[in-house]
């Protein structure tokens, strides 16, 4: 029995006087700094706070905080324990919060510094970060680790679908555990490596991927509180390993000068989360001597494909399989295209999720009867076996490296007065990859943009709000009534230009 937290000790402790977090919120020296030490004793007095507020295994632990060394010590803390890690965006408003407690049913919620506390009459369950970390500091370190099976829960990451309705996919410690192993083989992790951490801490990529793989390693990690390209630019001669989204390596290469000296410590740059551009993939080569090494994941089975450490890495394709991991891509009646064809790519391996948090039928939807899942992606495979995302089967935006899902914000826009439809689509964006676009139908006369952002404002994260807005008469439909979202994102794939 393995718990993701024993495999991970098992590397950094002959480190434990080692560096292992070092907060960097600007690019001078100095900072605060964790040795492995810390961070095992802090994630071990986190571990017996909740065991004393009953957070037994199995137990979901519901975490929305802004990024800081002692959420990372919280989410080990709670695989230490046995429990299961439920990580939520900081940019979701409360109505989308009460939406998450309410499914998963956490025996604890974990706020950011205004979240209620239970002495001050709120939900019992609910204490803020600040609070916890000063109960964290007080109480005897508890240093056992809960025995636990490969298929028992590590953590419920949330995935919106295109109908709007939540899924919280169960990601398992024998999904994590697979993961972790085959990508620090095969980016080639070695003695000495520092990751500069710039992503989020509340989904797959800045949690899962970048500080598992550190951490196996026992690596010295450049934590910073956010992506800023100045800072980041300042910080890459201490680093090996950047990993970043598409957005990251577009605001470096709009750096005044940026190139070559700048990355000399540097032995990877990956990318992920969102389709990296040829264009960006070409000048950041031209300009640096690098060329990114773009992988391909989900939030239900983690990463999936990665480019070659060595070998080529062709700009515009996602690269090969991970190690035990089968990719086939089918058409719509399910059978297995030849090379080369484009279908809906389908994936099985260690890496897969069991199923979505008490939704088995969506689950039994998504997944074959041979164990292949159904990503909803389109792609080919070539001959050698290497991938290439050709388009999604589902509307899914991806802006800034975060998914953004039409039908929530079209249920918003179309509560609004004076809207009679809407349609939200994806449009290219030099930054973001894709920005968001809603085009809307009037009852009558038209509503202004200011009316339609407080609309969102009220609950919707502000990564999901249209920049652009257009009115029209009416919405392309095909003949079953169906809109055609096709048309619109032709139509308006300049909306982001200039």
Not at 43 to 64: H, I, K, M, W
Not at 176 to 202: K, Q, R, T, Y
Request: glycine share 12%.
């Amino acid at each position: 029995m393995t718990n993701l937290f024993g495999l991970l000790r098992e590397r950094f402790e002959p480190s434990l006087d080692r560096p292992s977090l070092v907060l960097r919120a600007g690019g001078g020296a100095g900072g605060v700094t964790w040795t492995y030490g810390d961070l095992d004793r802090a994630s071990a007095r986190f571990a017996a706070v909740l065991r004393g507020r009953g957070v037994e295994p199995g137990d979901r632990v519901l975490v929305q905080v802004p990024k800081s060394m002692e959420a990372v010590a919280l989410y080990l803390g709670v695989l230490r324990c046995g429990g299961v890690y439920v990580p939520l965006n900081t940019a979701y408003t409360e109505r989308e919060v009460d939406f998450f407690v309410g499914d998963a049913s956490p025996r604890v919620v974990v706020g950011g510094a205004v979240a209620a506390d239970s002495n001050d009459g709120g939900d019992p369950r609910t204490v803020d970060i600040d609070g916890l970390w000063r109960e964290a500091q007080a109480a005897p370190a508890d240093p056992a680790i809960e025995p636990r099976d490969d298929d028992d829960l590590a953590a419920i990451c949330y995935t919106s679908g295109t109908t709007g309705r939540s899924k919280g996919a169960m990601i398992t410690h024998g999904n994590l555990i697979s993961n972790a192993l085959s990508l620090h083989e095969i980016w080639g992790f070695e003695p000495g490596d520092v990751l500069l951490h710039a992503l989020p801490i509340f989904h797959v990529h800045g949690l899962f991927v970048a500080l598992h793989t550190a951490f196996l390693n026992a690596s010295k990690i450049l934590f910073l509180p956010a992506f800023d390209a100045g800072v980041v630019r300042g910080l890459l001669p201490e680093a090996t390993v950047l990993m970043g989204v598409p957005t990251f390596y577009s605001r470096l290469l709009a750096e005044p000068g940026f190139g070559s000296a700048d990355c000399q410590s540097i032995r990877l740059f990956v990318s992920g989360s969102a389709p990296l551009t040829e264009a960006v993939f070409g000048e950041f080569e031209t300009r640096t001597g690098h060329r990114i090494l773009e992988r391909y994941g989900m939030t239900e089975a983690g990463m999936i494909t990665s480019n070659p450490l060595r070998g080529e890495r062709v700009a515009g394709t996602v690269g090969f399989p991970l190690p035990d991991v089968e990719v086939r891509v089918a058409g719509e009646d399910g059978a297995e295209l030849p090379v080369a064809e484009v279908g809906t790519l389908e994936i099985r391996g260690p890496n897969l999720f069991p199923g979505y948090w008490g939704l088995p039928e969506k689950t039994a939807e998504e997944m074959r009867g041979d164990g292949f899942f159904v990503t909803g992606d389109l792609a080919s495979v070539d001959a050698e076996g290497r991938v290439t995302l050709v388009g999604r089967g589902k509307d899914l935006i991806i802006a800034g490296g975060f998914n953004v899902y039409p039908k929530e914000i079209e249920d918003r826009l179309d509560e609004v007065a004076g809207v009679a439809e809407s349609a939200v689509i994806g449009a290219p964006h030099a930054d973001l990859g894709e920005g968001v676009v809603a085009v809307l139908v009037a009852e009558q006369a038209t509503v202004g943009d200011d009316t339609l952002r407080s609309a969102l404002d009220a609950g919707l994260a502000r990564f999901k709000h249209p920049r652009r807005f257009y009115w029209v008469e009416e919405l392309p439909r095909n003949a079953m009534g169906k809109v055609q979202k096709n048309v619109l994102r032709e139509r308006y794939r300049d909306a982001y230009d200039g």
